[in-house]
C-alpha cells in the first residue's frame, strides 16, 4: 500500500472537535450530555425565504473574491465599527469559514523553515495549520507576559498570530498591546496574522480593538473574521479575509485552487440580510457575554480558578489540582456525568491543567450544574 505524506503523520486531531464527535455520537445514542465544549452560541435567528435570492445565480459559482454585494458590506462595517478602511475590490476575500482564511493566509506567506510565533494556550489549529505549511510553530507558554513576545523573535520568525478576543482565554487586546505588536512587526519585517473571530462578544462598555487599526495600508497586518460565528451560523462556513492588495492577490489564488469560493447562496443571502441578521443576533452576543459574566461570578463563589478575561463564552478553568491529564479529566467528565469540555492540552503544552468551557449553549442552570460537578471531579482527583 502506498504510504500517505509522512509530515500528516505527525499533526493532531482538533482536540475540540474530536470530543465535540464523540458528544454527536452519545447524543445519536440518547444520551443527555450537557454541552460546554462547543465552540458557538445558539442564537434564536429566523429563517428567511430563499426564493427571494437571485434564481439561478444562487445555482452557480460567484466570484473567487466573494459577491461584491457582500464584500462592500463588510467594508462599509469594518470601516464603521472599528475604524479599519477596507477596499471591497482589493483588499477583502470572501472565504469558506475563517479557518480556511486563516489557513490560506498562512500558505501566502510562510517558506519551509520559516517560524511562526503563537501564544499559548493557542486555539488548536495554529500550530498544526503551520506545520501544514512546512513551517516551524513556536509556541510561547501562557505564563508569559504578552510584552515578552519580542523575545521568542529570531531572523527565521515570518509571523505573528494574534487572537482577540481570545479563544479560549476570553482576554482583549488593549491598545498598548496593538502598539507593541506593531512596533514588533516593522522593527523586525514580520507579518500580524489576527483571528478576530469573536469581534462582537464583548461586554457593552468594552471597546474591540482590530489589529488593522495602526497599520491602515495593512502593510505587515492580515486580519480574518468570521460571518459565521459573529451570526450564529457556525455551520454555513462564511469567513474572509483582509490585507494589501499585494497579499490578498496571493491568497486569491490559493483559494481559486482549493475552494474556488464559498456557497454562492448564502453568500447571496447574508448579503441580503446583513442588516437584519445583525440587529436580530447583537442583543443576543451581549446576552451571551452577560450570561458569562454571571457564570464568572459563579465561579468565584465556589472558588474555581479561571484565567483572567471578559469576552468570548469561553473559561480556560484551571484543574491543576487534580492528578489527571486535561485529556483524561474530560473523557471520565465526559463517560462518567455526560458533561463535555476540552482539554486544555489542545491549547499547547504548557496548558494541561485546564480545560476549556464554552458557556454558549447551554442554560444557565445546566452550565452551573456542568460546573459543579467540574469542581467535584477536581476534588475527587485532587493530589
Not at 491598545?175 to 473571530?197: G, N, T, V
Not at 459565521?228 to 492577490?249: A, E, H, M, P, Q
Not at 462518567?336 to 449553549?361: A, K, M
Amino acid at each position: 500500500m502506498p504510504q500517505h505524506a509522512a509530515y500528516v503523520n505527525d499533526i493532531v486531531q482538533a482536540m475540540s472537535i474530536k470530543y465535540n464527535n464523540l458528544v454527536y455520537e452519545m447524543e445519536r445514542k440518547g444520551v443527555d450530555v450537557i454541552v460546554l465544549s462547543l465552540g458557538e452560541a445558539f442564537f434564536d435567528i429566523p429563517l428567511y425565504p430563499f426564493d427571494e435570492l437571485p434564481y439561478p445565480a444562487i445555482n452557480h459559482y460567484s466570484h473567487s473574491r466573494g459577491i461584491e454585494e457582500l464584500r462592500e458590506k463588510l467594508a462599509d462595517y469594518y470601516a464603521g465599527q472599528y475604524g479599519v478602511p477596507v477596499d471591497p475590490e482589493k483588499e477583502i476575500i470572501v472565504t469558506a469559514g475563517s479557518k480556511v482564511a486563516i489557513h490560506m493566509s498562512l500558505m501566502a506567506i510562510i517558506n519551509p523553515g520559516d517560524e511562526v510565533i503563537i501564544h499559548e494556550p493557542a486555539w488548536v489549529s495554529y500550530p498544526e495549520q503551520v506545520r501544514l505549511c512546512h513551517g516551524t510553530p513556536i509556541l510561547v507558554p501562557y505564563h508569559e507576559s504578552t510584552f515578552d513576545i519580542g523575545k521568542y523573535v529570531t531572523n527565521k520568525t515570518k509571523a505573528i498570530v494574534l487572537n482577540y478576543p481570545h479563544n479560549p482565554r476570553g482576554g482583549v487586546l488593549s491598545k498598548e498591546e496593538c502598539d507593541y505588536f506593531h512596533d514588533l512587526a516593522r522593527q523586525h519585517d514580520i507579518y500580524l496574522l489576527a483571528d478576530e473571530a469573536y469581534s462582537d462578544f464583548l461586554l457593552s462598555n468594552e471597546e474591540f480593538v482590530s489589529l488593522g487599526l495602526n497599520d491602515p495600508a495593512k502593510e505587515h497586518s492580515i486580519v480574518c473574521n468570521s460571518m459565521s460565528k459573529n451570526y450564529g451560523i457556525s455551520g454555513w462556513r462564511i469567513g474572509y479575509v483582509i490585507t494589501n492588495s499585494d497579499l490578498t492577490f496571493q491568497i486569491l489564488k490559493i483559494n481559486q485552487h482549493l475552494i474556488t469560493c464559498p456557497a454562492t447562496i448564502l453568500e447571496y443571502y447574508l448579503a441580503r440580510h446583513f442588516e437584519d441578521i445583525l440587529a436580530i443576533t447583537k442583543p443576543q452576543i451581549q446576552e451571551v457575554v452577560e450570561k458569562r459574566k454571571l457564570i464568572a461570578g459563579y465561579m468565584d463563589s465556589i472558588g474555581m480558578s479561571y484565567l483572567p478575561g471578559s469576552a468570548t463564552f469561553y473559561f480556560f478553568v484551571s484543574i491543576e489540582k487534580s492528578r489527571l491529564t486535561s485529556e483524561e479529566f474530560c473523557t471520565r467528565l465526559l463517560m462518567e456525568n455526560h458533561i463535555s469540555t476540552v482539554p486544555g492540552l489542545g491549547y499547547g503544552r504548557s496548558c494541561d491543567g485546564f480545560i476549556r468551557v464554552s458557556v454558549g449553549t447551554e442554560s444557565v442552570e445546566r452550565t452551573k450544574h456542568g460546573i459543579r460537578m467540574i469542581k467535584e471531579l477536581i476534588s475527587e482527583t485532587s493530589r
